[in-house]
């Protein structure tokens, strides 16, 4: 006589049956006690591993070496601890993820997180071949590396190639782990499912102040006061400080058109995913991109006398780390009794 469920009713020997028939094999409880169930794993997860790792590694050279050279100076992209710290962060994470995918442990984790990062590091692709290629043919004030400079000449240089390869890398990822998804079982009990519904409210809500972040610098050339001597009266002069993202032109445009689409359908997308840890991959892809775009701009403020923190930047920081708190959340998420 087969043993039942005391709540279902349903044999438990049948439903191993149909598991194993199934290719399914059960994973041990994660940190939340939701038993996870793989089946089949294809080769190509491992694949999509091996380029995130690889994309990590040439962000990770990217950053230390030589990134450009504008009008004569050499611009460094690590000049400090803490610019290392924030140069390093998305390095670091992919080569993180990439590794959980070449063990093939929880391979839809990794995937939801390659293809989060390869939406928005199209954008990114786009912007970073306008600043090495096409930012030349209209000058403008920039902030690079944490210097303020102008554009009117540029050498690209070791560290500007190796984080071009980089984008790309994320960018094959991406797409690799399109193809692998729908061949790639892995199943939960449905921890997430009571809670979805106000986990992606929140991260819309989160992308769209996000998006309105991006569009001003996190770091800007403050307004200059002065005063008129002979009568004594104050004024405030603007000074031209750097492009924000959607006043560049060409490719630049076109990229932060994209960021700022992908980011958006990014937040969308991410808490419908499925399993439940599908969604805390795809989750920190989008905490890992923010937080690092608004720590960018504190170490840039930090670094240079001739910028400040501005507010948007300070909403960056905060929305990084409140994407963050939403992926602890989703990972965090336990199934009720």
């Known amino acids: 006589m087969p043993a039942r469920d005391a ?5 438990r020997a049948r439903v191993t049956d149909r598991r194993n028939a199934g290719g399914m094999k059960p994973v041990a409880p994660d940190e939340t006690g939701d038993r996870l169930l793989v089946g089949t794993v294809p080769p190509l ?3 999509v591993g091996v380029l995130l790792v690889l994309a990590g590694l040439a962000g990770l050279a990217g950053a230390v070496a030589p990134y450009l050279t504008v009008d004569g100076q ?19 994470v992919q080569i993180g993820v990439g590794t959980t995918l070449l063990r093939r442990a929880v391979p839809k984790f990794g995937l939801a997180f390659a293809g989060v990062a390869a939406a928005l590091a199209v954008g990114q692709l786009l912007i970073e071949i306008y600043r090495g290629l096409s930012s030349t043919s209209r000058p403008g004030v920039e902030v ?3 210097e303020v400079v102008l554009t009117s000449g540029i050498e690209v240089r070791a560290g500007w190639v190796l ?3 980089a984008l790309v890398l994320t960018v094959l990822a991406g797409l690799a782990g399109m193809v692998a998804w729908g061949r790639t079982v892995m199943e939960d009990r449905g921890a997430l499912d009571a809670v979805r519904s106000l986990l992606a409210g929140t991260a819309v809500l989160l992308g769209v102040a996000t998006v309105i972040c991006l569009t001003v610098p ?3 050339v403050p307004d200059e006061l002065r005063t008129d001597p002979a009568t004594g009266i104050q004024t405030v002069v603007t000074q031209e ?3 924000a993202l959607l006043e560049r032109p060409g490719l630049a445009l076109l990229g932060g058109l994209l960021l700022a689409g992908a980011l958006l359908l990014c937040a969308v997308v991410a808490p419908s995913l499925r399993p439940r840890l599908a969604v805390v991959g795809g989750l920190l892809a989008i905490a890992v991109a923010v937080l690092a775009a608004g720590l960018s701009g504190l170490q840039d403020a930090a670094s240079s006398e001739e910028l400040e923190w501005t507010v948007p930047g300070i909403g960056l920081v905060v929305l ?3 994407f963050t708190a939403l992926t602890a959340t989703a990972w965090r998420v336990r199934r009720s009794a």
């Open 320 to 322: 990084g780390l409140a």
């Open 74 to 92: 050499e611009l460094r992209q690590v000049h400090g601890l803490g610019s290392a710290l924030v140069a390093l962060l998305v390095p670091a």
């Open 144 to 146: 690079l590396a944490g």
């Open 163 to 165: 984080g071009i390869a």
């Open 241 to 243: 400080g750097p492009q």
């Open 45 to 47: 997860v491992r694949g």
């Open 7 to 11: 709540r279902t009713g349903t044999d």
């Open 218 to 220: 996190a770091a800007d």
